[in-house]
């Protein structure tokens, strides 16, 4: 049986239940929305690695268990949930902890976070064969320096 990586308990670990009633008006069609939104954004920013072993492909679950991933997931699915509807929630608290999420998976995704798993090992890519494959066990990324010409 598929369970995902975010569930309607979750999302009460976040916000109260009075809250998410009143948003959602007892319709769990609402809490599916806000889930997969929020999980759609989270793989977007996370596109390098496989995503079927993080997230699961909806008959199989997810290969690699991480507490922290699933954190992220759930504070971005939280934000998505109360975006629907802001009835009397502290909507910058809400906002800030989006935002400290989405600074995390940039970091993740720009190479300076090397995520782990509940075990210590690193978070599978998405291709690890041929040529495409990451060379070590850490991505580094890097650009030229922004010039500052001035004419």
Do not use: H
């Not at 769990?28 to 929305?33: E, G």
Request: charged share 20%; aromatic share 12%; proline share 4%.
């Amino acid at each position: 049986m598929f369970t995902p990586i975010v569930s309607y308990t979750d999302l009460y670990s976040r916000l109260y239940s009075e809250v998410i009633g009143e948003i959602t008006r007892e319709e769990t069609a609402l809490m599916d929305r806000a889930i997969t939104a929020g999980l759609q954004e989270v793989k977007g920013y996370l596109i390098k690695f496989d995503l079927t072993a993080l997230f699961g492909d909806g008959t199989n679950n997810a290969t690699v268990t991480d507490i922290w991933l699933n954190n992220i997931c759930v504070d971005i699915c939280a934000w998505n949930l109360i975006k629907l509807g802001n009835p009397s929630v502290k909507f910058e608290a809400v906002r800030l902890t989006y935002e400290s999420a989405c600074a995390t998976l940039k970091k993740i995704q720009q190479g300076y976070i090397m995520p782990v798993d509940s075990s210590n090992n690193p978070w599978p890519y998405r291709n690890t064969i041929g040529e495409t494959a990451p060379q070590g066990d850490s991505v580094y990324v890097r650009s030229n320096y922004k010039r500052r010409n001035s004419y």
